[in-house]
């Protein structure tokens, strides 16, 4: 401001321009070349100089006189553009609640954690993320969450898929970007046209909702256009159970088990130990308590009749090996066994029937029958009447009401909307979240009946398939930056919360649908807490703080409801139920959920692409997968390429015989051949979902036939049976003793099983000693030491996801899989024994086992690799000149080498989501599991601070906060009330190896099984 | 004695250790012309361009290894190490016949080294520069590879000494000093013969200064021959040492296959083995293209010959006790191994050495083999060829299953490797073939020695 002004009125001289003033008016601008248009009317304004020599005193001293509008905007527009992602902008106030502390200034490498939950499945996965300086990093479980404390492999890789740079970014219309606001006048028309029919040509399409907000925002919508429709559509449907429970009930419910209340568990192809099914987290844990030895009888058996294998029928006691068509038959028969209509098992099952059968009875009250979500309605509605019959509702088995806010028919829906689009009675379509196009029954011929639709609107987090149908397509946030709510599989509401602004200024679901009632302008921090305002009793603002620090609203779970099954429904149930059918001499076409992909919302995400599968360890592929009698049968082999044929359905993939695979069955994995999915999952696999109609969602009659070879698998692992060598002459690989185990009843005669046949040398066998025998080196301070159960642990991989996460470990890509280099400091080694056709499978994980006599030590020739004074084997990755020495003498493989540069230094996204505390490794340096230092070293800091030892539990590493069934111990072997004491003590434990007298701090749990007496072990079956 | 085949008789007699009628000026002349009057050949040239070549490939291998880093090879986890330790191990060996020969054959009085120890010495440096680039660039971090050595630094952090690759640093960097000093000072003669005799003033000069002002006085002889001694007795012990170190990389480590007490004197043997092959390959071209068959008589050749047979039975012994202790021993990782040798994925090679490395040699036993240079030259072929299997089976096999079958995996070499390869034997074939035209290919002075008109007499 010039002297001149001064004195005179306001209304002659403008006052001073704030800085806030400013940024107001730029926010105000809603499209890019209003923006700019602003920034020019700016710089014409008096007292714009001035506020820029208040506001940014040193960018305005470089100011050059008479400075041309280029260089204004050259100069400007960063500080300007930035205003968004710089602390000191005013935004609306949306406080979020931390974890532990209060949200006083962030102290700097300390990080806050916040709870919230990942929308999955249409449920609800419980978090706690990790927050560092105002960025998420790392999400674990919540572990005071009522329905399950733990991850899975999704939660853990939901970090990567927000930092994804392949995200959509912007709206677009037609490809062309746009802003919310020109979407939101865009839809105002035709939202007015449809008032005046009601409705009846508005259609809108998500997956399936539990969120009460949303539900509650989607019930106003229909509520305002009565004719329009809210269809829900998942490719994993679950309108079997639906179905089954309508069947045994009359209404829908959801079935919850308590599996630790179970002595017997009989799963009929229910993969509850996997990844991906509805109440995992809750199943793992559960199922983990009772599978403990010292608990004797009260060990639970499991019984698994599966077609597909999975690392759940992979810890049966007992697997029935049979083709998805063929599950009901046997679960006729074991329900007529007890006393539920009328069925008989095939001659070669029915010794598996009787034993099970007598099994159950014997455990009245306690036993549960769980159907899996592919089977037919009809064996649905089997077990709800067998665990009735078994007197175990209440007890094991639990139903609610649907925590899924509307449940439907989801495939009778889906049809109808397909069929209304295709007569022209849609006018509106919105799809919200999913990818119809690529994942719906290909006999809908989903895209081609969408491209009737007059406007189409697309909300997705990413661009996919099915942007290139739609009109519109809205950027949706992640639910890591963004509010909302979604419900547990027990009901209870769990809060989401953002960990950060939005990155790409998207629009949530609920700020989506708001702009088709309400004004354009609600944020979902104002949808979701008005909502709760709304439903919370007594004081709003506790409560809802309450909510958010624990990640759930308390008292929202679904009390049990008494439902009893319909008399005489089994009679009405034809022999073999209409639907789905495989039979000879057609292959029968098992479709299933991806272990790691899930249903192809996860191709492209490159840690769950490179995870080795469970059970096979095939990665960045899906495999067709057959046994190999049926291989040998058709004349093929792994690695052959094979086409398909479903009723002229063709797809062609790469064969991967599997042990355990029901003969004359192939099993096809969903979620790859993607064709538009970022640069990780395009034309990644092949495409399943073009085989699927909606007549057999989930098994079909085929054909395979071959049509080349040499198709090349990522295979980490490859079969290992533990009982063979694979070289004539030589000696299977049970004598090492990789895999210890024994069935209850030898445990119980014999503790020490364990450590028979094989012996550690004694620890006076050293060069290292005093001339009394002791150790020269005392480990006085912490001793770190790790256990892993290998009778809880069941083969998920979500630890390797975790430790990917924490770490900050690169993905190198299928071929570099190929060549041996995969970079997982953390892998599960599977092994199966038994023979090809229905083995019994183990699952080991290894983390770097932290020799005391460490092979790797000796051999490097600069001293990178040390032992530190609390017993772990330290990396120095700055001192490696990568000779591979230590690689080579690691008897348990645990080093891994970047033998190119498999770090992006460049995509910005990343370095937000790196962990800070853990270095990134360059090309030439060797890396491994470090037992998670950099948590031990903030443990061992805040205990001095306190000036006293570090607590049991205090410091918890990667794996073993991620593990779902809590198979991971770690803690200080010196403190001899830790957990990993007491577990090191007991009989079951032992050394890998430890005949090479390598003295490792990592030590397993041996397995006992706990098979039934009446059948032969090695039968299985 | 009647009834004894004549031809075979004169075949028990040893021939000449130096062709009849030399005299010093025909020794000197013969020996010399090779460098200073003989022109250019087509033969030479040819062989130059070919070495050249492959040298230049080496250069594009290294450059494009340095700018993307070692995974450009086929190497793994689990097998960590490929070709490039393969090639060090086989360059190494083949170097310690020069030695063996310029110093152990001196000590022991076998003057019939005289006309073979300089071109094999010559052979052992080069070997050795092939061998000595694969430590450096096989390191992820090439360029910190001199942390390797023991300096005084800032950073206050020795080598890890310990550690098997610190002792090769020792053993590799001692034994390249040795061999070149050793080498250097025997030509100090030979380089005065070569200023005298050059009409080229360039090479007046250069070999003026080389030749270090040698007089040939009695008082420069007498020094000399004690200094000669005295290399000969440091590089004596190099000869086991050397190997035996490079042994150590595999014997100190626990893998299967590795962790085996015969390898230092297995390794040595087998050394000694490649050596002398090389020194065949090399001698029986040499003699026959530049006419030196008088000095390089059949006895050199028998010689080698025997020396290969002998030094092939140990380590088919080697070969022999590997696989006896290790079924004997009962344990369970060694039977493997063996089995895996002997059936698993890489049996063909398995199988292949033995042929060549066991097998085939033994046709040295018959005396009409070991006079023939054409059986002598493809025998000593085929032994090249074995003792390069023979490291890749000890590495590649050993590494590929070891422990925990989780970690088993499959070695495949790219074009890298390969590239890398055929360029050290590029670096090799240019060096030698530039060797025979600057520097006397056989030791003047050595040779003289050899006649009988050089004897004293009292």
Known sequence: MDNKSQGKSEAVCPSKLELAEVRDKLARAKSGPQYWRSLEELAQTEGFFEMVHREFPRQASVWPEGASRRDFMKLMTASM???????????????????????????????????????????????????????????????????????????????????????????????????????????????????????????????????????????????????????????????????????????????????????????????????????????????????????????????????????????????????????????????????????????????????????????????????????????????????????????????????????????????????????????????????????????????????????????????????????????????????????????????????????????????????????????????????????????????????????????????????????????????????????????????????????????????????????????????????????????????????????????????????????????????????????????????????????????????????????????????????????????????????????????????????????????????????????????????????????????????????????????????????????????????????????????????????????????????????????????????????????NNCPYKVRRFNFLLWQDWDTLQYKMMRNPEVSVRSRGVMEKCTYCVQRITHGRITAEKDNRKVQDGEVITACQQACPAGAITFGDLNDPNSKVSKLRADSRNYGLLEDLNTRPRTTYMAVVLNPNPELEQSERS | MAGVDEKNLALLDEPPVIGPGQTFDSVTDTITDVVLKRPIGLGWLAGLAVGMSLLGLLGVAVTYLFLRGVGIWGIEIPVGWGFAIINFVWWIGIGHAGTLISAILLLFKQTWRNSINRFAEAMTLFAVACAGMFPLLHMGRPWLGYWMFPYPNSMGVWPQFRSPLVWDVFAVSTYATISAVFWFVGLVPDFATMREGATNPFARKVYGMLSLGWRGSARHWTRYEALYILLAGISTPLVLSVHTVVSFDFAIAIVPGWHTTIFPPYFVAGAIYSGFAMVLVLAIPIRKYYGLEDMITMRHLQNSAKIMLATGLIVGYGYFFEAFIGLYSGSTYERFMLHNRWFGPYAAFYWALILLNLLVPQVLWWPKVRSSTSWLFGISLVVLVGMWLERFIIIVTSLSRDFLPSSWGHYVPTRWDWATYAGTIGLFTAAIFIFIRIVPAISIFEMRMLLPQSEVKE
């Open chain 1, 81 to 887: 553009a930035l205003a968004g992602l710089s602390a000191c902008v005013k935004q609306p106030v949306e406080p979020i609640v931390p974890y532990v502390r209060q949200p006083e200034p962030i102290v700097l490498g300390i990080p806050l954690y916040f709870a919230s939950a990942m929308p999955f499945g249409g449920y609800a996965t419980p978090v706690l993320v990790e927050s560092h300086e105002g960025r998420p990093t790392k999400v674990e479980g919540n572990p005071d969450h009522p329905a399950g404390v733990g991850s899975d492999v999704f939660a853990q890789a939901s970090i990567l898929d927000m930092y994804d740079p392949d995200r959509s970014q912007a709206v677009t219309y037609t490809g062309f970007i746009r802003s919310w606001s020109d979407f939101a006048t865009a839809v105002k028309g035709p939202l007015n046209s449809q008032t005046a029919v009601q409705g009846a040509g508005l259609r809108i399409l998500t997956r399936t909702v539990s969120s009460p907000t949303l539900a509650a925002q989607l019930n106003a919508v229909l509520a305002v256009y009565p004719q329009a429709k809210w269809v829900q559509y998942d490719p994993l449907s679950r309108d079997n159970v639906r179905a089954g429970a309508q069947l045994a009930f009359g209404q829908y419910v959801e079935t919850r088990y308590a599996l630790d209340k179970a002595d017997t568990i009989l799963s009929l192809d229910g993969d509850f130990l996997s990844s991906g099914y509805p109440g995992f987290l809750l199943y793992a844990r559960q199922f983990a308590s009772r599978r403990s030895p010292e608990l004797k009888e009260k060990m639970s058996r499991f019984y698994m009749v599966e077609s597909t294998p999975t690392n759940t029928g992979g810890k049966a006691d007992h697997r029935l090996p049979v083709r998805a068509s063929e599950v009901e038959q046997v679960a006729r028969a074991v329900a007529a066994g007890l006393g539920v209509g009328g069925g008989s098992a095939k001659p070669e099952q029915q010794k598996f029937v009787a034993a099970l059968v007598k099994d159950l009875q014997a455990h009245k009250g306690a036993a549960v029958v769980i159907a899996g979500d592919n089977q037919p309605p009809a064996v649905h509605a089997l077990a709800h009447a067998m665990n009735q019959a078994l007197g175990v509702v209440g007890a094991t088995v639990f139903y609610t009401d649907p925590v899924e806010a509307k449940p439907q028919d989801q495939t009778a829906a889906l049809k109808e909307l397909v069929d209304d689009m295709n007569a022209g009675k849609v006018d509106l379509l919105l799809i919200v979240g999913g990818n119809p196009v690529y994942d719906a029954p290909a006999d809908l011929k989903f895209g081609d009946a969408m491209g009737k639709v007059q406007l189409r609107v697309q909300h997705s987090v990413f661009q996919n398939e099915t942007t290139d149908f739609a009109h519109w397509h809205i950027n949706a946030t992640h639910y890591l930056e963004q509010w909302g709510d979604a419900r547990t599989i027990d009901g209870t509401a769990a809060l989401i919360q953002p960990l950060i602004a939005p990155l790409y200024d998207g629009k949530s679901e609920y700020e989506f649908i708001e702009a088709l009632t309400g004004s354009s302008a609600s944020t979902s921090y104002e949808i979701v807490r008005t909502y709760w305002q709304g439903k919370m009793t007594g004081d709003f603002e506790p409560a809802w703080r309450r909510a958010l620090h624990d990640g759930f609203v308390a008292g929202t779970a679904y009390p049990a409801k008494a439902v009893t099954a319909k008399s005489g429904f089994i009679p009405t149930l034809s022999p073999a139920s209409a639907g789905d059918k495989g039979g000879a001499p057609n292959l029968e076409v098992m479709f299933r959920r991806d272990p790691t992909i899930y249903d192809g919302t996860f191709s492209n995400n490159a840690w769950l692409q490179e995870t080795a599968k469970p059970m096979t360890s095939i990665c960045w592929d899906n495999a067709v997968q057959m046994s190999v009698k049926t291989a040998e049968k058709l004349g093929l082999k792994t690695e052959d390429v094979v086409e398909i044929d479903v009723n002229g359905r063709k797809v062609k993939g790469g064969l991967w015989r599997t042990p355990g695979h029901p003969d004359d069955a192939v099993t096809v994995f969903l979620g790859y051949g993607r064709t538009k999915s970022g640069r990780v999952g395009t034309d990644v696999g092949f495409n399943a979902y073009a085989l699927r109609t909606s007549d057999a969602f989930y098994f079909a009659g085929g054909k395979v036939s071959k049509v080349g070879d040499g198709y090349g698998f990522a295979n980490p692992q490859g079969w290992q049976f533990i009982d063979q060598s694979g070289i004539p002459g030589a000696e299977d690989m049970s004598d090492r003793h990789i895999v210890r185990k024994a069935t209850l009843e030898d445990f119980i005669k014999n503790p020490d099983f364990a450590h028979e046949g094989i012996e550690a040398p004694a620890p006076e066998f050293s060069l290292y000693t005093t001339a009394s025998g002791e150790p020269l080196f005392q480990y006085t301070a912490a001793k770190w030491g790790m256990a892993i159960d290998m009778n809880s642990c069941i083969g998920c991989k979500t630890c390797v996801v975790a430790c990917q996460a924490e770490n900050n470990i690169p993905v190198v890509g299928k071929e570099q899989v190929m060549r041996g280099r995969h970079m997982n400091w953390l892998r599960v080694d599977t092994y199966y024994e038994g023979g090809a056709e229905n083995p019994t499978a183990y699952y080991q994980p290894i983390p770097c086992q932290q020799c005391e006599n460490a092979p790797c030590e000796v051999v490097c020739p600069v001293g990178a690799t040390v032992h530190s004074t609390e017993g772990l084997n330290d990396m120095v990755y700055n001192r490696c000149v990568g000779t591979r020495y230590c690689s």
